[in-house]
């Protein structure tokens, strides 16, 4: 049976919430650290597990549970020694022929196990995707003279659809796999446990976040999402027999809508800011010079980058300092650095900022009734809220 289809967007938005109480309320050092969110960050570690001679005391234990992976693939027709592998990083994989002539630019495996008789050529991502690397250049070079070869894409999730150009060949393992059964190794060694808390608490924090995810929420929330996927036509999902199946097509599905909202909220944010500077630069400088004689208002922009993005800046005469239109993103990163944060703030509406001389610093940061939807849809030229609001924080400085 499929579920009645209601406000799928509406269900996601009231989701989120919900889901950050969970993520906030459970420690993790990757976390907190944001490590994890780029493959060399994640390669950097399970490189550290695969020495067997590393800090973390396991010997080659590591190296066992991920050869006994990789030889348990039906692709592998030739089983691999499971242990005694050299272990590198960042390795360029063309030949000495290809690196000569320059006409062939690197391709860098993550990490390359090597011993005398067998390699394997390990390329680490967040999917099971050879991301515009080569794959028969990697098994060439792991191939050497004669070696027991594998090319082994390590990654979150599998998705076979994006394994193409010879990825295919690939033997793809799971974080989920291989750190599951270093987790059971380590439960059955309570004498490595002793003598390594420190190491066995660092293997714990990255089970929890990259196989277990984060912690279930309290109950008041269980209850609350049961409330919401009853409400909005999902609840037929708890009736599936294959549990594990729904569970994932539901996720997606939250996912997709989840990738939408923050494409188009983008989109949103981009025409708020449009609509700033069209009316900064065609009525609010007029308004502002009107009223004062000392600093007015000389030039608009609207050109910064990255978090500060969402902002229209009014530059000034007689070195006053600058007067800043900001909204969302760039709103909230203001608001944290004032010296008089705004309370309680509404990130729906514009807010104007003053900076000290020379940029370095925020003096003063204001919030007005103009709201995104009325930049987007368009201010008229005898408003004079954001005029006010510039007044206003100019004053005295």
């Excluded at 515009?132 to 070079?141: D, K, Q």
């Excluded at 059955?188 to 976040?209: C, L, S, T």
């Excluded at 996912?255 to 188009?264: F, G, I, S, V």
Aim: charged share 25%.
């Amino acid at each position: 049976m499929t579920p009645r289809r209601t406000d799928m967007s509406g269900f996601v938005t009231a989701l989120v919430p919900m889901l950050s109480r969970s993520l906030a309320e459970e420690f993790n050092v990757f976390r907190v650290m944001h490590h994890g969110t780029h493959e060399k960050q994640l390669s950097n570690v399970f490189a550290w597990l695969l020495a067997a001679d590393a800090t973390h005391g396991l010997g080659d234990a590591f190296q066992r549970i991920f050869l006994e992976r990789i030889n348990a693939d039906p692709l592998i027709d030739k089983q691999l020694p499971s242990t005694g592998y050299r272990v590198a990083q960042e390795v360029d994989t063309r030949r000495d022929e290809e690196a000569a002539g320059g006409q062939v630019g690197m391709d860098i495996a993550d990490i390359v196990l090597s011993r005398q008789d067998a390699a394997v050529v390990i390329e680490n991502y967040w999917t099971s995707d050879g991301h515009c690397h080569g794959y028969h250049r990697y098994l060439a070079h792991a191939v050497g003279r004669g070696r027991a070869a594998a090319v082994v894409l390590l990654c979150h999730r599998r998705e076979a659809h994006r394994q193409r150009c010879g990825w295919e060949e690939a033997v793809v393992v799971t974080y989920a796999e291989v750190l599951g059964d270093l987790h059971a190794h380590v439960d059955r060694d309570p004498a490595w446990r002793r003598r390594h808390p420190d190491q066995f608490f660092f293997i714990q924090q990255m089970i929890r976040q990259f196989v277990e995810g984060p912690a279930a929420v309290n109950l008041d929330d269980q209850i609350s999402f049961i409330k919401a996927m009853c409400e909005t036509g999902e609840s037929a999902r708890y009736g599936y027999q294959a549990q594990d199946l729904a569970a994932q097509e539901f996720a997606d599905l939250v996912a997709e809508h989840a990738r939408r909202q923050m494409e188009d909220s983008r989109k949103t944010l981009a025409k708020a800011k449009t609509g700033l500077q069209g009316f900064a630069r065609t009525t609010l400088t007029d308004q502002v010079n009107e009223k004062v004689e000392r600093g007015q208002v000389q030039k608009v922009e609207a050109n910064l980058k990255g978090i500060w993005q969402w902002c229209v800046v009014l530059h000034r005469a007689d070195a006053q300092p600058t007067i800043l239109l900001v909204f969302g993103p760039t709103a909230v990163v203001e608001n944290e650095s004032a010296p008089e944060p705004v309370s309680d703030p509404d990130y729906s509406r514009v807010f104007v900022t003053l900076k000290a001389a020379g940029q370095q610093g925020l003096k003063r940061i204001v919030q007005t009734d103009v709201s995104l939807e009325e930049a987007i849809n368009g201010l008229s030229q005898d408003d004079d809220r954001l005029r006010d609001a510039v007044l206003a924080v100019t004053s005295g400085g």
